[in-house]
């Protein structure tokens, strides 16, 4: 059961449309509403005149700063970063970046609503605003405050200072990546319904608790007052994981208007409102001896956010632990612009910082003459520098052994431009992934139904990556049933708690808690003279009192003892033409050690997926901006470039078996993440063997391979 390939238990559901999506449950007297957007980046508003909009047909009613209720602490009482955020709740006049919400229209119909709002003109007063990321280095400042609250914004071992002095070899560059657009097939959505006080919002979301006491807290209600539901949720790589504006401009409209209200965001206002992966400029430092021993390792970080609120980009935790250097610095400034706050990103940090660190240790192997791959091994860490402590388990070494068999590494030519197939010049490219290993509480309920189906429920969420699967195989593996017993149900604040569904986290979190409820309600049964096995037994239990499991499980002292983390080695194939520079990504085979795998099948669509999330950064993803106006150029899928079937080759998955006794009661390290990091890097690395030409800043666009080499 657990590891097997079995098809999704919910894939019916989506290929027939049964699957309920949050715009799709069916309300009655459901009214549309459509948000305003501000056409400027920085300033005030001096007149917004809603008189053409308010006398179309259908219209209800128009939210603005002059009418909307004014909430607790200027609408910021739910604040609590990184997951409550600062928001534009029409508290008052100011502008921060152009696209920030300033108004809601509520109409009968979604086409009356949206050309309402077409009606609704804005006069402001401007200021310059702060666009230019590269203009404004000059005013970075640290970062004080701790990185998601755990840790330290810099660090530092060693004499790193001495170290690059003395070093035989000393490396320097820098690498940017450019702010990068979640671009989730299913937008942003919520529908929000009110009876009396009590607040049910049907949200697009990765974590239903968080939405759940966000909008109590900013509301000034109760939380017992809020419930959250959220079925299926049509992809979200971290955009999804905050409450944003629009979710609780829904619920103060349809409180406004006494009706439930649905808002579904357009493509182009998901640039800017509901987060992106920022700016980062990194400048990173080498030392190391002539056998490729590295002695120091600085990486300086400056990331961008917004002029309203810290974001902090985690780009230089993977350089912290990854190699065994003895002395290392890093440091993390920020770079306030006037854009909406960036968020998490598939691999936040760990995929723009692996970037910069990657490919500056290939550039350290060519400098060197040494092959990449034994650069690595040179340095490989036994035990996490940075902190001392034993890994929880690793099988790095293996990945770069394995991977590399599997790709034919050894038939490599190391000098650049020295491999071709046919006219085009061919690349091979690798790179180090990793991602840390996390868990949080959660709690899980089972019971026994009266057909002598088992239900098991917790708040945890389904976005694409096979939750629903991959617990049932958890609960059916404790009781030792068939799957097909399993009716698992999850996205629902009526469920037992579960923390948000990001940073690898839903298996490792969840899966314990729902094997622990499993086993719980086993017990029950065996107490009761039944046998979970036979259903005949368990189907006379049920028709008597309830009988039920319940369990809550969570990180405890191994957190203290070991270092966590899951690793991989990436290899990658490019072909290049030499005349026109257009690159296309041919082979890939990625080795990695991600703990126990729940389900063959979907984690490798989980891997396969973040590879080609990884190779969209490296080639494609570039929000442009207009630096004069703030203004999203490419806010739509035809101009935002994503990796099509043309560009994504047959990707190999290596996933070791790996047997991890400390990092969770099941084993389970988590996947979502990982597949993305370390891929970007071993793209570019790809591109220079092929090309001789060094790509530092993202993404890698022809014009940059169009250069002639040094």
Known sequence: MIGDGINRVDGRLKVTGGAIYSAEWPIARLAYGVIVQSTIARGEIVTLDTDAAEAEDGVLAILTADNAPKLPQHGRAGVNPP??????????????????????????????ATYAASLVRASY?????????????????????????????????????????????????????????????????????????????????????????????????????????????????????????????????????????????????????????????????????????????????????????????????????LYDVPNVETTQ????????????????????????????????????????????????????????????????????????????????RPRPRSMRHGDRLVGWGMSTATYPAKRLPASALAQLAPDGTIIVRAATHEFGTGTYTSLSQVAASALNVPVTRIRFELGDTNFPENPISAGSMTASSSGPAVHAAALALRQRITSLGGHVEDINSCRSLAHGDIVEGRATAGPGAERKRYSMHSFGAVFVEVQVDPELGDILVTRVVGAYDVGRVLNAKTAKSQMVGGIVYGIAMALHEHTAIDERSGRYLNADLSEYLVPVNADVPEID??????????????????????????VAAAVANAVYHATAVRARDLPITLDKILQRPA
């Open 333 to 412: 400034k920020l770079v306030k612009l006037n854009l909406g706050t960036p968020t998490f990103n598939r691999g936040p940090g760990e995929s723009s910082g692996t970037f910069a660190l990657e490919s500056a240790l290939d550039e350290l192997a060519d400098t060197l003459g040494i092959d990449p791959v034994e650069l690595r091994l040179k340095n490989d860490a036994a035990h996490d520098p940075e902190s001392g402590l034993p890994f929880s388990s690793k099988l790095l070494r293996e990945c770069y052994l394995q991977g590399a068999e599997r790709f034919g590494w050894a038939r490599r």
């Open 83 to 112: 997951a409550g955020r600062v928001l534009s709740l029409l508290q008052d006049r100011e502008v921060r970046y152009n696209g920030e919400p300033i108004a809601l229209v509520i109409a009968e119909s979604f086409e009356q």
């Open 653 to 678: 998955v290596i996933l070791l078996d790996s047997d991890d006794p400390y990092v969770n009661e099941i084993g389970v390290k988590g996947i979502g993440e990982i597949g993305t990091t370390g």
């Open 125 to 321: 007063r401007t200021a310059v605003p702060a666009l230019d990321m590269r203009a404004e280095l000059a005013h970075a400042e640290p970062v004080t405050e701790k990185i998601l609250g755990q840790f330290e914004p810099a660090s530092h071992r060693g004499d790193v200072d001495g170290a690059l002095d003395r070093a035989e070899v000393r490396l320097e560059a820098t690498y940017t990546t450019p702010l990068e657009t979640h671009n989730a097939i299913e937008p942003h959505s919520t529908i929000a319904k009110w009876d009396g006080d009590q607040l049910t919002l049907y949200d697009a979301t990765q974590f239903v608790y968080g939405v759940k006491r966000f909008a109590a807290k900013t509301l000034g209600i109760p939380d017992d007052h809020v419930r959250v539901v959220s079925k299926f949720t049509g992809g979200a790589f971290g955009s999804k994981g905050s409450a944003w504006s629009h979710v609780l401009l829904t619920a103060l409209g349809a409180r406004h208007v006494g009706r439930p209200v649905k808002v579904v965001l357009s493509r182009r206002q998901m640039f800017g409102p509901v987060g992106a992966r920022p700016y980062t400029v990194q400048r990173m430092a080498i030392g190391a001896s002539r056998d490729g021993t590295i002695a120091a390792i600085r990486q300086d970080v400056t990331s961008s956010t917004s002029t309203f609120e810290n974001w902090i980009e985690s780009s230089t935790l993977q350089t912290r632990m």
